[in-house]
């Protein structure tokens, strides 16, 4: 079913995230991607400059769109939650979702919206399955406060974490079929691919998916 | 011909305006959506800066309601600085040390660009009432014929707010291969059954004033003076919100302790209306306010595209930039949602913003550093996609 491919660390002398350059990596030159809860532009720029693609955005932030729009890039004030249902199908050659869907309401619905407005979905999200968080809750009895998701449990935007395996059996559920999946280390390095499932979903501080409509 | 009103005398602006003025003879008429022509006609307009050797650096900045083509310079029937000069002058957002800057005065206003006031070369009356209708699309074929006068094959931005925001749809729409960039601000596709209210509301105020006379006022020698201040005063109402009415003026006493039992202006915000009102009709025509009313409320974008405002934008390359703001009820945040998804659909590049104020719909032409800021980000990086120094 999955075809998780082995990808060598990509240098980060520029100072991309590596995820982000996974997600470029993941991306066809020239392709037309819209980025849900896009942040500063990172990522969108990272992909016109790389790529060549035609990049919009929605953000949630004031200060994020602002900052998009001085870099040029098209992005709009909105919420994944209420605003991608405005979108027509096939809009788009990538959405990409990128350490969002666990901040958002109805991530299944997101889910969908995701595979319906464009021809593949690219979603990375914190692994709640990771060792340390499960020691944080096995042995310390406490919500995990870890560098991928840093608040307390109280005021944290983050409402609907999931684990590797949760995030695999919603794929299954919406009828996505999983054309890369990758597990990155806490250095942002992929997993060997051939550890098994239970592994990637122990050692991967994050998960990232390239979807396709079934 | 006797003149009951005072000086400052609005109409000194309309034919021979203190600003620069393109006319165009019996055989250049405007073709008006009313379906007549307008011939002769002539369009009162202001530049700021230069028009580089590509002439790609044209920053067109279209007016509200009741503006003019003063945008940056010192209004020569007010004496106050130029409506927009917080957004427009040399090292602001629209900066004229780099961009050539027009303003133009709207077809049906009152400052130079023909009008109801404007002498009616038949009869060599006003116009009054037997000027056309206009709508906004023809302000838009007006500020066209300019451009084409001026020699400028395509603009680099169309900018405004409000009106000026329908205006830089309607640009986007009839001329989207002359619109590089575009910024509606503070506007929307279609004015609401609300917005069509309240201005009927300022038109009846305007007609009921006997001084009106059936809109022939000025060959008769009056003015409808008490009535185009109510209309003002009305209007002005909807350009703020409760949130800017209470913290200016919250329940304050006008010159006074307690309240005088009467109908005097005890509340400042009384007196503040009052002046409003005053002052507006001393430097704008009351038919002139008929007709420019009249032509937002005629504007739906999407009617003339089957329905679909998406259709409207269809194949645009020019990239977009829509601005809102929190407290502005008189055109919602959710009129420029409406517009931003519509050129999603149209698969259009389009930014959009939110501004944080409680300054209502007057905002985009206050001090307000977010919509500056989301303003010059978003020129500055069309700038340097066009190449503009």
Redesign the interface.
């Known amino acids: 079913m999955t075809s998780a491919t082995f990808l060598t660390p990509t240098e980060d002398r520029a100072g991309h995230r590596l995820d982000f350059l996974l997600v470029t990596d993941m991306v066809e030159p020239g392709s037309k991607v819209l980025d849900i809860g896009c942040g500063d532009g990172s990522l969108l720029a990272l992909l016109r400059d790389r790529k060549g693609v035609d990049g919009r955005g929605i953000e949630i932030s004031r200060e994020g769109v602002n900052t998009c729009l001085a870099k040029g890039l098209p992005v709009i004030q909105g919420d994944a939650d209420t605003d991608l249902a405005d979108y027509p199908d096939d809009a788009f050659d990538y959405v990409i979702l990128s350490q969002t869907i666990q901040a958002t309401r109805q991530p299944k619905v997101v889910l969908e919206h995701l595979l319906r407005i464009g021809r593949r979905a690219i979603v990375s999200f914190p692994n709640f399955g990771h060792w340390s968080v499960r020691f944080d809750l096995f042995f310390r009895g406490r919500m995990p406060v870890t560098r991928n998701m840093p608040y307390s449990w109280y005021d944290t935007p983050n409402i609907h974490f999931c684990t590797i395996r949760d995030f695999v059996e919603l794929c299954r559920e919406v009828g996505a079929t999983m054309e890369k999946a990758v597990a990155l280390d806490a250095g942002g390095r992929p997993i060997r691919v051939t550890l098994p499932w239970w592994a990637w979903n122990l050692l991967g501080e994050q998960g990232v998916f390239l979807l396709k409509r079934r | 011909m006797v003149r009951l009103s005072p000086p400052p005398e609005p109409r000194s602006q309309v034919d021979d305006p203190s600003s620069l003025v393109a006319r165009f003879g019996a055989d250049e008429p405007l073709m008006m959506d009313a379906g007549v022509p307008l011939a002769p006609w002539q369009i009162g307009y202001q530049t700021y800066g230069r028009l580089n050797a590509d002439r790609s650096n044209a920053v067109l900045i279209c007016h509200a309601l009741t503006g003019d083509q003063h945008v940056a310079n010192v209004s020569p029937l007010t004496g106050k600085p130029g409506w927009w000069s917080t957004m427009v002058g040399p090292g602001k957002p629209v900066d004229t040390d780099r961009f050539f800057v027009i303003c133009a005065n709207v077809i049906g206003g009152c400052m130079g660009t023909t009008g109801p006031a404007s002498t009616n070369p038949v009869t060599g009356q006003p116009y009054a009432l037997d000027f056309p209708v206009v709508t906004i699309r023809d302000m838009v074929r007006a500020q066209a014929a300019l451009i084409d006068r001026l020699g400028i094959e395509s603009l680099f931005c169309v900018i405004g707010g409000s009106m000026g925001g329908m205006q830089v749809l309607q640009w986007a729409a009839s001329y989207p291969d002359r619109v590089f960039a575009a910024l509606p601000i503070a506007t929307a596709a279609r004015h609401s059954a609300q917005n069509i209210a309240f201005h009927e509301v300022g038109r009846q105020a305007v007609m009921a004033d006997p001084d009106w006379r059936g809109g022939r006022y000025l060959t008769e020698g009056t003015r409808p003076s008490k009535g185009l201040a109510v209309a003002r005063m009305g209007a002005h109402i909807t350009y703020l919100s409760e949130m800017a009415l209470h913290r200016k003026f919250g329940r304050n006493y006008q010159d006074r302790n307690a309240p005088t039992f009467s109908f005097d202006a005890d509340f400042q915000i009384e007196s503040y209306l009052r002046y409003q009102g005053l002052s507006f009709v001393e430097r704008f025509d009351a038919n002139s306010y008929l007709y420019v009313t009249r032509a937002m409320d005629y504007f739906d974008l999407a009617a003339e595209h089957g329905g679909s405002l998406a259709k409207a934008f269809k194949g645009s390359a020019t990239?977009?930039?829509?601005i809102s703001f929190t407290s502005d009820w008189l055109f919602p945040t959710s009129d420029s949602r409406a517009i931003?998804?519509a050129l999603?659909?149209a698969?259009a590049?389009?930014?959009?913003?939110?501004?944080?104020s409680d300054k209502g719909h007057d905002a985009f032409l206050l001090e307000e550093p977010?919509m500056f800021?989301?303003a010059?980000?978003?020129i500055?990086?069309?700038a340097?996609?066009r190449g503009i120094a």
């Open positions: 990239r977009f930039c829509v931003v998804h999603n659909a698969a590049s389009v930014g959009f913003v939110e501004v944080e977010e800021a989301a010059q980000g978003f500055d990086a069309a340097r996609a």
